[in-house]
């Protein structure tokens, strides 16, 4: 089965570059999470959309932002990075509504340097 | 915020043993979630329950949805090696079924 797909895996960036990530949900699925997760801690919601709009915002600093696109893909854009930036980024997606559970995607481990 | 606090942190058990973890809320959940996390790699989903006092089994994995609906437990029957994790508790409330507050993990190792 197709699950969520995360490009790039791996990034490293100087501070203070932008980086964006690319998130594709599962098939059929509308409705996408961003997550961040530091060494050893658990995962921090972002950000989320449903149908092409935010739909709940979280822990998400001001030099982020993020979109959902009219094919359910989505885009984290990150701006002025700093060192505390380094973390793996994960995208979930699910179908909107109650009863339905999020799938995650493998992330994108960035390091900023 | 709503936090979940998970327990054990970590157990280190011997091939074969049961094994049980629980997290505790001070918030109401209308979902609770356990994942299993790789290094490096994604959460990946175990058990959902989505209704307070359910008790729901994958395979060798029990989880209950506490009656109060602020905790829920984790049990693993039998275990093996490739059970080795981190597991993540999650929790969601009201209407924002996707937005999850995740416990503080706890990590297994299993000894062969």
């Known amino acids: 089965a197709a699950g969520v797909i995360q490009s790039p895996r791996h990034l490293i960036k100087e501070k203070r570059e932008t980086a964006t990530l690319k998130c594709y949900p599962i098939?059929?699925?509308?409705?996408v999470y961003w997550y961040q997760q530091g060494p050893g801690q658990d995962p921090q919601f972002l950000i989320s959309?449903?149908?092409?709009?935010?739909?709940d915002k979280g822990s998400i600093p001001d030099r982020f932002s993020a979109q959902q696109f009219s094919d359910y893909h989505s885009e984290l854009n990150m701006s002025s990075l700093e060192l505390g930036d380094s973390a793996l980024y994960f995208c979930?997606?699910?179908?909107?509504?109650?009863?339905?559970?999020?799938?995650f995607g493998q992330g994108t481990r960035l390091t900023v340097v | 915020g709503q936090q979940l606090n998970q327990s054990p942190q970590s157990m280190f058990i011997q091939e074969g043993e049961d094994v049980s973890m629980n997290c505790t809320s001070s918030?109401?959940?209308?979902?609770w979630l356990w994942y299993k996390q790789d290094p490096g790699e994604g959460p990946v989903l175990l058990i959902a329950?989505?209704?307070?006092?359910e008790l729901t089994s994958n395979g060798r994995l029990t989880a209950q949805f506490g009656i109060t609906r602020k905790d829920s437990f984790l049990n693993i029957s039998a275990s093996i090696p490739s059970d080795v994790g981190i597991y993540f508790c999650?929790?969601?409330?009201?209407?924002?079924?996707?937005?999850?507050?995740f416990g503080q993990g706890t990590i297994l190792t299993v000894h062969p």
């Open positions: 979930a997606s699910r179908n909107y509504g109650p009863g339905t559970e999020a799938f």
């Open positions: 098939p059929r699925h509308d409705t």
């Open positions: 959309f449903y149908e092409k709009m935010q739909s």
């Open positions: 918030s109401i959940f209308n979902t």
């Open positions: 329950l989505y209704k307070a006092g």
């Open positions: 999650a929790g969601a409330g009201g209407t924002s079924y996707g937005k999850l507050t």
